[in-house]
């Protein structure tokens, strides 16, 4: 399988916090089905880099940033900060 | 003048208070170019003395200062994406709002919410920003194919 994107370690100790909180304090379902969610995002957001908007007054790296659930998704190029 | 009249309970003359004059909008849609368009019809304030409209003798006139001062400012916002047209329909439906103006204010009000949670946590965000980049810089990246093996065992720490 060719990867279509690449996760920032950073990233992917956020993913984990996510699930965790989540699964210790609504399920281990629903913790599966918001993870899946986003992962779903990192994939869509791979296929469509262009999506993501400026955020000039938060960072003057050139990152995009995209919204999932609560969550804020950076992304540079194909790549998920 | 149009929507420039004295509010029926406000006292005649010159020495009125405060007017405010509603926006308007005017919500079309066009089947034929996929659009909506949308009219905002913004009024300023209009603040003591001879700034509105004076109802005398039966007769409606308008000062020259008032029809100075009030400026109407039209925003015509235009979307051709019929994707994004249906998307603003169901924010209509689900809303229960058959105002555009109240769905923008609401999406508005979320957004600028949004932004508030960000610009208060703006250091440590951009610290996860820059730690992020460098360990991709670094070589660091999880590439797709191995995440599930990376984030199992991640998970496998965190029970």
């Not at chain 2, 009249?5 to 006292?11: D, Y």
């Not at chain 2, 909506?36 to 003591?48: E, P």
Request: positive net charge.
């Amino acid at each position: 399988m060719n990867s279509r994107y690449i996760l920032s370690p950073r990233a992917a100790a956020d993913l984990v916090e996510i699930w965790t909180y989540i699964k210790d304090n609504a399920g281990r379902e629903l913790a599966d089905r918001v993870s899946s969610t986003i992962r779903e995002k990192f994939v869509f957001l791979s296929l469509n880099p262009a999506v993501g908007h400026r955020r000039e007054n938060l960072t003057d790296q050139n990152v995009g940033f995209f919204p999932v659930y609560s969550v804020v998704l950076p992304t540079k190029t194909r790549h998920l900060i | 003048m149009a929507g420039n009249l004295r509010p029926s309970l406000a006292p005649e003359g010159p020495h009125n208070t405060t007017e405010v004059i509603s926006a308007n909008t005017v919500y079309h849609t066009s089947g034929i170019r996929h659009s909506i368009n949308l009219y905002f019809v913004f009024a300023q304030i209009l603040r003591k003395t001879a700034l509105f409209s004076l109802c005398r003798g039966g007769r409606i006139m308008t000062s020259k200062l008032a029809q100075s001062r009030v400026r109407r400012q039209e925003m015509q916002i235009e979307i051709r994406d019929p994707a994004l047209q249906a998307r603003i329909q169901e924010q209509l439906k689900s809303s229960g709002s058959s105002d555009m103006e109240d769905v923008l204010r609401r999406l508005l009000e979320t957004q600028e919410e949004q932004d508030r949670w960000l610009l208060e946590n703006k250091a440590a965000i951009q610290a996860k920003i820059n730690l992020g980049i460098q360990q991709l810089d670094a070589g660091l990246g999880i590439p797709e194919d191995q995440l599930d093996v990376y984030i199992a065992r991640m998970k496998a720490k965190s029970e």
